[in-house]
């Protein structure tokens, strides 16, 4: 976040590591709030066109917080071009917040009968009580949208995370848009938190 703070350009493609490593993290809000920044803006300043202004509050991509994670895949414009990868870990964020409070929204519904269980379910998922309320399967049909969107742009990355050995270990020096080298490079930052989310994961192969 140190080198985007100092370089909101962003020429080494720094920015396209952070969304991952939030969510390993399981921060989804941060993880939302950050690709939304990048996708709509860019790395320009909404509020400002002044790079060199000192804003107390930090960079415009930290401004941006607490977003609706599941408004409207409209207001991303995805006809327009957007990074794979963006949307890639855009529908990682999306599906994972899907599933918790998926989850969470079954256990109070009462549907698991054991009450133990129930509760012991309920504590290891740490879900904001504003993403109760949440449309669980808006979130799922937007997961769907955007890697769909996903396949548009790129058509190696689906089949690749499925089939990964060969875009792990290739090593590109360039790429281009729709390449089997951006699928490696997108791949190399994402595929580990897809396979470790094994819902996520298995919601890829059914698809």
């Known amino acids: 976040l140190d080198l985007l ?5 962003d020429n080494q493609g720094t920015r396209y590591l952070v969304p991952t490593m939030m969510i390993g993290l399981e921060m989804y809000q941060q993880a939302y709030d950050f690709i939304r920044y990048w996708i709509l803006y860019n790395g320009t300043d909404e509020d400002n066109d002044d790079e060199d202004d000192d804003d107390t509050e930090g960079p415009a991509f930290l401004r941006m917080r607490g977003e609706d994670v599941s408004e409207s895949l409209e207001a991303f414009d995805l006809n327009k071009h957007c990074p794979a990868t963006m949307v890639f870990d855009l529908a990682l964020t999306k599906f994972s917040i899907y599933h918790a409070v998926r989850t969470v929204q079954t256990v109070e519904s009462g549907f698991l009968k054991n009450a ?14 504003r993403w109760l309320a949440l449309d669980s399967n808006r979130l799922l049909t937007q997961t769907k ?3 769909s969107c996903v396949h548009d742009s790129n058509k190696f990355v689906l089949p690749g ?5 060969r875009f792990l270990e290739m090593r590109p020096e360039y790429y281009g848009a729709g390449s089997e080298e951006e699928a490696a490079l997108i791949l190399q930052r994402s595929y580990v938190w897809w396979k470790h989310n094994k819902f996520a ?3 890829v192969k059914k698809r």
């Open 201 to 203: 994961f298995q919601f």
């Open 116 to 129: 133990d269980l129930a509760t012991a379910v309920g504590k290891m998922i740490d879900v904001p009580s």
């Open 145 to 147: 949208q955007l890697l």
């Open 161 to 165: 995370i499925l089939q990964p050995t």
């Open 5 to 9: 703070t100092v370089s909101m350009r």
